[in-house]
């Protein structure tokens, strides 16, 4: 199945109403992506959406591995600011006129 910029941002909007980090390999698995280099054009495809709309960066959610697990407080205040805006940020508002499944 290919998928859409809307499944993707969903998926995201979903994990980040629910304040949960996504790995790189957890994404690539979701969307039958075959390497995680390969994620890197539905990411970019994602930014540029949310900065088109003037949302919070949902790509950023998506980390290491290693920053899922320890955390990233310690590591970059910087991305721990913006993984907090995109887990405040309401997105259930943003889907309400979009379909549940895209045609």
Not at 30 to 47: Q, V, Y
Request: proline letters at 6%; aromatic letters at 10%; charged letters at 15%.
């Amino acid at each position: 199945m290919a998928y859409s910029l809307l499944h993707h941002t969903k998926f995201l909007a979903g994990k980040a109403q629910q304040k949960q980090l996504v790995t790189y390999q957890q994404f690539a698995d979701e969307f039958d992506i075959a390497t995680l280099r390969s994620t890197t054009a539905p990411l970019n495809k994602i930014l540029r959406w949310t900065k088109s709309k003037g949302l919070p960066p949902l790509n950023t959610i998506v980390v290491s591995a290693e920053i899922a697990e320890s955390g990233c407080q310690q590591q970059d205040s910087q991305l721990q600011q913006s993984i907090d805006g995109v887990f405040a940020y309401p997105w259930e508002d943003i889907f309400l006129n979009l379909p549940s499944k895209p045609s």
